[in-house]
């Protein structure tokens, strides 16, 4: 996070004024603080940060529209629990798509099919245990 003054002219009594009654400008500085989830240049540096954002790089492109710029500006009231619900909407699409991206590869290659029931001589024999095969000795 990354905080920027930002000057704003508000209005206050003069202090020269006595009765009070006299308003003047003031300008007071508010700190606008931003969140980066993007590579972005230090302010008093100017050495690239190295932030990233948590979703896989097909979803950054709908990451950037929520938030252009690369980064949020938090409230009192709201901000980073956005981007973070933002972030869980985005993976949890992805996840799905990797779902079914598996079950297709799955399907082409045979796996996660219902197994084959084996004939039955080859159930009786599984089901009588281990065969011990006799290890032929070289004595003539």
């Known amino acids: ?35 980066y989830f993007t590579k972005h240049p230090d302010p008093s540096t100017g050495i690239l940060f190295p932030a990233k954002p948590r979703v896989t790089p097909e ?11 690369g980064y949020f500006e938090p409230t009192l009231t709201e ?3 956005k981007y973070l619900a933002a972030i869980d909407s985005l993976s949890k699409s992805q996840a799905d798509e990797v779902a079914k991206w598996r079950a297709a590869v799955d399907a082409r290659h045979g796996r996660n099919q ?11 024999a599984a089901a009588n245990g281990p065969v011990a095969v006799a290890a032929k000795t070289g004595t003539a």
């Open 1 to 35: 996070a990354q905080g920027f003054p930002v000057p704003r002219v508000v209005q206050v009594p003069d202090p020269a004024d006595a009765a009070r009654k006299k308003m003047m400008d003031a300008t007071v500085i508010d700190t606008v603080v931003r969140m």
């Open 59 to 69: 979803r950054i492109p709908e990451l950037m529209k929520l938030y252009p710029g």
């Open 79 to 81: 901000g980073f629990d």
């Open 114 to 124: 219902p197994a084959v029931q084996p004939t039955p001589a080859v159930a009786a």
